[in-house]
């Protein structure tokens, strides 16, 4: 009887002391995600300022040009046709 009793104490023990673990890991990943959000939302809320300053923006060694999310879906659903090779249908 003993013995059961050592087991099971010593057994809840280690599952109380693996769980905190868990618990502590996990708020450590909740942390981070959080941070990592405000840095998107920092990074998110710059390009939109230096979009209405000017229409261009710079990443490093690349630059690209601001656009209007209207404007840029409208040039995505009709492209300019010189840009693109339409190939015969009997090449298909």
Request: glycine share 2%.
């Given at each position: 009887?003993?013995?059961?009793?050592?087991?099971?104490?010593?057994?809840?023990?280690?599952?109380?002391?693996?769980?905190?673990?868990?618990?502590?890991?996990?708020?450590?990943?909740?942390?981070?995600?959080?941070?990592?959000?405000?840095?998107?939302?920092?990074?998110?809320?710059?390009?939109q300022?230096?979009?209405?300053?000017?229409?261009?923006?710079?990443?490093?060694?690349?630059?690209?040009?601001?656009?209007?999310?209207?404007k840029?879906?409208?040039?995505?659903?009709?492209?300019?046709?010189?840009?693109?090779?339409?190939?015969?249908?009997?090449?298909?």
């Amino acid at each position: 009887m003993i013995k059961f009793l050592l087991g099971f104490l010593s057994s809840t023990l280690v599952c109380t002391v693996f769980y905190k673990y868990m618990l502590d890991q996990d708020y450590v990943i909740m942390l981070q995600q959080n941070d990592l959000l405000q840095i998107q939302q920092e990074m998110i809320l710059g390009i939109q300022l230096d979009c209405m300053e000017r229409n261009w923006i710079t990443f490093e060694d690349e630059i690209f040009i601001c656009m209007h999310v209207n404007k840029m879906f409208q040039q995505l659903s009709e492209p300019p046709s010189r840009n693109f090779i339409f190939p015969d249908e009997n090449q298909a």
